[in-house]
């Protein structure tokens, strides 16, 4: 009896580090997909590195209050899957959101975005919001708008002088 209860404890142990330590976490209810479609979309995230998985609610609960997000215990209801991501923040959240597009059966109920509590609708905002490639392209351009409006400047007053010269 012991060893169930030493299981358990690591298991809770295990769900509470993965709180913790993933910069976004999104809780779903995948009650009527079938297993082609959980298939597809447990794929979908791994090659994003995302890990998604099923706990019993009451684990999850547990490891929710473990890491102080006592507030999350009200989406662990019914059929519940986490998905984790520690490296990318927006991809969990982007990809179930576009699963869910495709598939109705998929609900998104809530998450916790570096370590804060996240509401359904900021979920859905962070999952509009560009990956981190698209980010630093947008980055780059700012930086280099500047440059190029200057280089256009120099090149229309080059035109100018020259036509004015010819």
Known sequence: MSSVIEK???LVEEITDKFLNSQTTV?????????SEVTELRKTLREAGVEFKVYKNT???RAAEAAELNELNETLVGPTAI???NADAVAPAKILKKFSKDHEALEIKGGVIEGKIATLEQIKELADLPNYEGMVSMLLSVLQAPIRNFAYAAKAVGEQKEEQGA
């Open 59 to 61: 684990m999850a609960r």
């Open 27 to 35: 809780v779903v209810d995948y009650r009527g997909l079938d297993v």
């Open 83 to 85: 998905a984790f991501s």
């Open 8 to 10: 358990k404890k690591q």
